[in-house]
């Protein structure tokens, strides 16, 4: 069951439901992706898998090469996007790694811009983003609609995850350890220890 996803083609979004296609009208009213185009964006977290709650934001990872793209990455966002109601930016460095977050306000939606020195597909976020898409489809609308419940609640993603497949550990590190798995495993994992959730 392994789904073929363009995630970087927002296209998809204008299939999805109402708050989706809400996404996707507000990023190309605003032209994001398109400002931020040089450095891979893609929106990732609970929007593009359909799980978002009221408290919801947009998650937008991006990729750059070195510092001096760091800097043209900076000096974009302070041309472009300081203009945005709350918008904070911070560089700093994080286990050896340097990353930029951006945060500010469209409209009524919350923005987060997340740089680092990887490739989208190798960041956490997005990793994160496709083995839940994947254990949703698997799982079904139950397994789904317990996602949101959870997440109505206050509880992040991850966590909930697994919160609700009882997985020991660091729930994120142990999620991207799920990647691996082949759809059988993942079917057995839920129906065994997931299902009393």
Same mark, same amino acid.
Not at 51 to 57: F, K, P, T
């Given at each position: 069951m392994n789904i073929i996803h363009n995630w970087?083609?927002?296209?998809?979004?204008?299939?999805g439901n109402p708050v989706?296609? !809400?996404v996707y009208h507000l990023l190309d009213k605003y032209k994001i992706m398109q400002c931020l185009g040089l450095f891979h964006p893609m929106l990732v977290g609970t929007i593009p898998i359909?799980?978002?709650? !009221?408290?919801?934001?947009?998650d937008i990872i991006c990729e750059v090469d070195d510092h001096n793209?760091?800097?043209?990455? @900076?000096?974009?966002?302070?041309?472009?996007?300081?203009?945005y109601r709350g918008y904070t930016l911070v560089r700093r460095q994080v286990d050896d /790694? &340097?990353?930029?977050? @951006?945060n500010? &306000?469209? @409209?009524?939606?919350? /923005? !987060?811009v997340f740089a680092q020195k990887r490739l989208v597909t190798e960041q956490n976020g997005y990793?994160?983003? /496709?083995? @839940?898409?994947?254990?949703?489809?698997?799982?079904?609308e139950k397994f789904r609609q317990q996602v949101i419940a959870l997440k109505s609640e206050g509880l992040k993603t991850e966590p909930v995850f697994a919160k609700l497949l009882q997985l020991d550990g660091d729930p994120y590190s142990e999620l991207l350890e799920l990647e691996i798995w082949d759809d059988e495993q993942l079917r057995a994992l839920w129906e065994g220890e997931g299902r009393s959730i």
């Open positions: 970087m083609d927002l296209q998809y979004l204008l299939k989706q296609r !809400e359909g799980i978002h709650v !009221e408290n919801s934001d947009l793209t760091f800097d043209a990455l @900076e000096a974009l966002a302070r041309a472009h996007l300081q203009q /790694v &340097w990353r930029l977050k @951006e500010f &306000w469209l @409209e009524q939606w919350p /923005v !987060e990793r994160h983003m /496709v083995i @839940e898409d994947r254990l949703l489809r698997l799982y079904g």
